[in-house]
C-alpha cells in the first residue's frame, strides 16, 4: 500500500470534506497528494470550498498518523482500501454523485462484473418471499450473475445464501467496519461468502452498525448494480428507501407482487401501482426489461446502445467521456471531469473535440450528452 493510498485515506477522514468535494478537490490538484500539497491559494478558488474545508486541509495532517493506522490494520484484516480511482473500484457506483470515495473490501470475486443484481426485502420475510428469493437467484444462474445485498436479516440472507448454494458470487454490503460481521448470526454465511465473493462498506474499522448507516448504506446497494429486485417490502421501512435511492438514480427496479392482504407485500404492490417498479414474476421479466434477452443477437436496440462507439476510433481519454454519457443521459462538465478523472482544464477540449466529430452535443446548463 502506497504512499497516495496514506493521503486517499486521510482526505476522508478530514471534518468538512465529504464525498462530492473530495472528487471535486482532486478533479481540480490532480491526486490526493496533490490536495494536501497544493497552496491554500489554489485551494480557496476551487468552487464549493468554503473557510471549513480551508481550515481542514490546512491543519489536518496530523490525520494522516490516523491513515497509517487504518492501512495497517486492512493489510493485517486482508481488506482491500478501494478508492473511486482504483481499476477495482465499482465502475456502476462511481456513476452516482453521492458515492463513497473509498470502499473497503473483503474478498476475491470482481465489483466489476458483466451483470449485476441486488436483492433486498424485508427482515420479516414470509416463506413465500424466501422461496421466491431462492428461485430468482437460481435462475440468475443462467446468467452468472453477481449478486448483491445488505447481510440483514429476512430476504437479504437469503439472498446470500442461495447464491453459495448455487455457487454465484454475492457480496454482503455492510452499515459497519469489517472488522465486525452483523448480525453476529450471519457470521457463517459471512465467512462463507468470502469463497465467491465478499464483504464491502464505506465505513472504517470500529464502526458500529448504528441505524444512520443503513440508508447510506443503501445507496452503494442500489448504486452498484444493474436492477435492485424488491421480494418482500412493507409500505414503510428501509426496502422501500431503498427503492427510492434506485429511483433518483434512473436505475431499473423491480418488485414481487404479493396478496393484497399482505402487509410484507404492501410494498411491492405499491411501487409496482405507482410505476415505480417493474413486475417481476419470472426471470424473463428481468432479461427484457435489461435486454438480457438481445446480447446474443445482432440489435442495435441496446438500452444503452453501448456498441454503437468503439473505443479504437477514440483517445482513451475521449472513449472515457463516452462511457459516461453512455450510462447518464446528461451530464454537467464538473461531474464529467471527476467521472473520467480528467483534468476540467483539458475535458473542455475534449468535449469540443467530440462535437466536431458529431458525437456530443452541448446543452443548457453546462450539461453534455450523446447525439
Known amino acids: 500500500m502506497g504512499e497516495e493510498l496514506v ?43 468554503g473557510p471549513t474545508a480551508l481550515n481542514s486541509l490546512k491543519h489536518g495532517k496530523s490525520v494522516l498518523k490516523q491513515a497509517e493506522i487504518i492501512l495497517a490494520q486492512a493489510q493485517k484484516e486482508e481488506v482491500q482500501l478501494l478508492f473511486y480511482t482504483h481499476k477495482n473500484y465499482p465502475d456502476r457506483l462511481k456513476q452516482i454523485a453521492d458515492a463513497p470515495t473509498l470502499l473497503y473490501y473483503k474478498g476475491n470475486c470482481r465489483l466489476n462484473q458483466r451483470k449485476i443484481v441486488s436483492i433486498v426485502g424485508t427482515r420479516k420475510c414470509t416463506p413465500y418471499g424466501k422461496e421466491i428469493t431462492e428461485q430468482i437467484v437460481k435462475d440468475l444462474t443462467k446468467h452468472q450473475a453477481l449478486i448483491v445485498s445488505g447481510l440483514a436479516y429476512g430476504i437479504d440472507i437469503a439472498a446470500h445464501r442461495a447464491a453459495t ?24 454465511i459471512a465467512e462463507k461468502m468470502l469463497d465467491n465473493g465478499g464483504l464491502l462498506s464505506e465505513n472504517t474499522f470500529g464502526t458500529k452498525p448504528d441505524a444512520h448507516f443503513f440508508p447510506a448504506r443503501n445507496r452503494i446497494i442500489a448504486g452498484m448494480a444493474d436492477v435492485t429486485i424488491i421480494v418482500e417490502s412493507a409500505i414503510k421501512g428501509g426496502t422501500l428507501i431503498t427503492a427510492d435511492i434506485a429511483h433518483s438514480y434512473n436505475k431499473d427496479i423491480m418488485a414481487v407482487p404479493g396478496a393484497i392482504t399482505s402487509p410484507v407485500s404492501a410494498g411491492c404492490n405499491y411501487l409496482i401501482k405507482s410505476l415505480k417498479a417493474a413486475v417481476y414474476t419470472e426471470l424473463k421479466d428481468l ?25 479504437e476510433d477514440f483517445t482513451p481519454e475521449e472513449f472515457k467521456i463516452i462511457r459516461v454519457l453512455q450510462e447518464i443521459k446528461e451530464e454537467q462538465i464538473d461531474t464529467l471531469s471527476w467521472k473520467t478523472q480528467i483534468p476540467i482544464n483539458q475535458i473542455s477540449s475534449l468535449l469540443l473535440g467530440l462535437e466536431f466529430k458529431g458525437v456530443v452535443k452541448a446543452l443548457p446548463g453546462k450539461k453534455f450528452s450523446l447525439i
Open 7 to 49: 493521503y486517499e485515506v486521510g482526505i476522508g477522514l478530514l471534518p468538512g470534506i465529504g464525498n462530492y468535494l473530495t472528487r471535486t478537490l482532486i478533479s481540480y490538484c490532480g491526486s490526493a497528494k496533490q490536495v494536501w500539497h497544493s497552496p491554500p491559494g489554489k485551494i480557496e478558488k476551487i468552487p464549493g470550498i
Open 165 to 188: 448454494q448455487y455457487n454465484l458470487p454475492t457480496v454482503g454490503v455492510m452499515a459497519n467496519g469489517l472488522d465486525t460481521i452483523y448480525p453476529a448470526v450471519h457470521r457463517k
Open 287 to 311: 432479461e427484457e426489461l435489461l435486454n438480457w434477452d438481445l446480447e446474443n443477437g445482432n440489435s442495435s436496440t441496446s438500452k444503452h446502445d453501448l456498441h454503437k462507439y468503439q473505443a
